[in-house]
């Protein structure tokens, strides 16, 4: 049974970085994506980065490209968001996904969440 645990957020001042981590176990192939969504209050869920686990192709929502970005580190069995010049619009809960590729991303397995909130 796939799980993934997410950890790294929390209360963070406008302008920070910051981290998140999310390590999956129970996989028994390479053939998957994970990535992160953020979910705001009264909102859907969004698409914010992915990464190929194989290769380590990612893919990054546009609007966020040029704070946001994916890694991976395949001994820990861990991806990274990596947010940088944090801004309160940021808030929400970010979840962690593992799918089959990009486009089913969604469908696959899913961790709890963890809470980020950026303060002005």
């Known amino acids: 049974q796939v799980q993934l645990v997410e950890s790294g957020g929390g209360l963070v001042q406008a302008g920070d970085s910051l981290r998140l981590s999310c390590t999956s176990s129970g996989r028994t192939d390479s053939s998957y994506t994970m990535g992160w969504f953020r979910q705001a209050p009264g909102t859907e869920r969004e698409f914010v980065a992915a990464?190929?686990?194989?290769?380590?192709?990612?893919r990054v929502r546009d609007s966020k490209k040029d704070r946001f970005s994916i890694s991976r580190d395949k001994e820990k069995n861990t991806i990274y968001l990596h947010v940088n010049n944090l801004k309160v619009e940021d808030t929400g809960v970010y979840y962690c996904?593992?799918?089959?590729?990009?486009?089913?991303?969604?469908?696959?397995?899913w961790g709890q969440g963890t809470q980020v909130t950026v303060s002005s």
């Open positions: 996904a593992l799918g089959r590729n990009f486009v089913n991303l969604k469908l696959g397995y």
């Open positions: 990464i190929v686990w194989s290769d380590g192709t990612t």
